[in-house]
């Protein structure tokens, strides 16, 4: 049996850590409360609650779950790690999606996720100018289902902006009831 | 924004609970420490940590990975809930898959889980005897990806046993790398 690392990361909101929040926006639903400084630590959120913190959220680093072979090559070859010095902006996605999508069986899913929304081939034109990581947390009855955490030149700003743009106009972002964008910078 | 039920259950193997062990095997790797009766509680694993237990698993009732909206469909026609008062006898069956497994893309899973191995179709034929549900656990962290809950009459004992029997010789199951086998009678 091979020896399995935990899949585990928290991210906690409040006033330390290596991120500086420049701005938080709910772009529906409900906002975060508010925090200066963002820190990502490995482990579960009960692992954590002796930190101090106005915000937690925990989220499990994942397989894949849309994404097709040729698909995953595609990505690989072009996508670069998180943590590149250059790359001193990052954003923090979270979002939760609607009951109805998550009542689709999984053909339904990919059909909209890709098929219409094209999520795989939109991100793709933004590699490797944009690092992504995804955290999946539904599973572990957070409030929000994914987050998603970016990384990107400060001359790639615009561009990432572009991305988020584009995504927010797809079908799937229809099945999207909650959603909080959050801007970063290296402390 | 909907209200979010917690997907989140703890397994307790203990000294007390609604189900009585009759055997307890490891088909595969190490088996699990002794215990007598299982309680599974709503709620994620911290919040049962002041219960006496010999074992504690937690897992997610999650949205369905591989089944196809003719599938669903299809399931949804024939199998029946937990809790039939004939149902006395219950499985409990833990597996984890490896590392190859999760490494493969969302197409090459299905493929090997029902092109090749018909997970889905070989489990029809047991509906509506089996009940069945399924705990994801993977991305807690939990020393197995999976807990598969299964209650059937006494009279179906034998056809349960067919049904495993026939998943173990798929190619699926050469992904397996863990698997204990529990049964269980309520108590």
């Known amino acids: 049996m091979s020896e399995k690392p935990s899949p585990l990361f928290t991210f906690l909101g409040g006033n330390e850590g290596p991120w500086k929040v420049l701005r938080a926006e709910a772009v529906l639903g409900k906002k975060l409360p508010d925090f200066a400084f963002l820190n990502i630590l490995p482990g579960p959120r009960e692992s954590h609650v002796s930190k101090l913190a106005t915000w937690r959220h925990s989220g499990a680093v994942s397989h894949e779950r849309y994404v097709l072979r040729r698909e995953h ?8 790690g998180l943590g590149r010095p250059q790359a001193t902006l990052a954003a923090m996605i979270l979002i939760s999606k609607t009951p109805q999508w998550w009542a689709f069986s999984q053909d339904e899913r990919r059909k909209i996720f890709e098929e219409s929304s ?5 991100g793709m034109r933004y590699l490797p100018a ?28 615009g561009k990432f902006d572009e991305l988020v743009g ?22």
């Open 73 to 80: 090559e595609e990505l690989v070859k072009k996508q670069e």
């Open 118 to 122: 094209e999520h795989i081939a939109i």
């Open 130 to 157: 944009v690092a992504r990581r995804l955290y999946h947390s539904r599973d572990l009855g957070e409030a929000f289902d994914f987050i998603t955490w970016f990384e990107f030149a400060p001359e790639h700003s």
């Open 166 to 187: 584009l995504l927010r106009q797809t079908e799937e972002w229809r099945y999207i009831e909650h959603e909080v964008d959050l801007r970063l910078i290296r402390a």
